[in-house]
């Protein structure tokens, strides 16, 4: 409990001071006596062919906010994240973090965001030290800082000890996810875009994820994930966003969305499914 604490606290005090007035110096050269959004989606637009996946998306996270957006399969929650993020161009629409355009200036924008995207792409034939030790040399970190971060990572997402051994390309998919998230923590950011964090996480790896992200939150950092689990997202976050056919059919503090009922009532209604009982399939019946 003491080894998990003091990991936890190491994870969110790794900004450097020279990042931290990195940080400040582009984010705060935008303030204008109004609080900036931690992330702010503007008119984000993309279609494939004729099909529109994300159709004019508005969204915003305020800072120090626990962000959940939920939607059905399909309603565009991993295209809009990653035009947000920048790894998708949109048609149209803009995102900054902090006030930094992710579009007009990415090296910026990407010092202050730490992205966990669908369908990770990394180096797999590392194990998960050379990993985090190569990430750390790309976003400068100096040896040893990146050293202590890695070993610190490691320890917390339990991905030493015999996981040493294992190059990520071997890894089970929950092991991927907690390797990702260890990625996108590792330089420090003031934002985190986790797409489906919990997604194949076992229980115990999944509450030691969600201290993380708690402890992140209360160090004064913000965080948007997107799931599919209702509970869990009542349970973490603190404003909601519902996404539905490629639009943000509503966004608010959690309380105020689901207005007095479970955010899956609410889903349901606002989606407009029916939940169904399986008619139909008569031939499954012994
Ligand atoms: N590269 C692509 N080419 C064509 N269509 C795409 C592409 N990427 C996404 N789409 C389509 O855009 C729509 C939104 O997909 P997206 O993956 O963003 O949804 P999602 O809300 O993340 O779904 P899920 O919850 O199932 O992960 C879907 O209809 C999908 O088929």
Redesign the pocket.
Known sequence: MERARRDHRGVTAFRTEKEENKVQHSGAARTTGTEVAAFRLVGLHKT?GT?T?VDHADLTVAPGSFYGLV?P????????LSMAVGLQRPDEGSASVHGVDVWQEPLAARRLMGVLP?GLAMPERLTGRELLTYLGQLHGLDAAEAARRTGELLAVMELDGSAERTLVVDYSTGMRKKIGLATALLHGPRLLVLDEPFEAVDPVSAATIKKILKRFVAGGGSVLISS?VMALVEQLCDTVAV?AKGRVVAEGPLDEVRGGRSLEETFVDLVGVEIGGGEGLSWLAS
Do not use: E
């Open positions: 494939f099909h996946a939607g399969n399909g309603a565009g929650k991993t295209t809009m669908d599919h996404m």
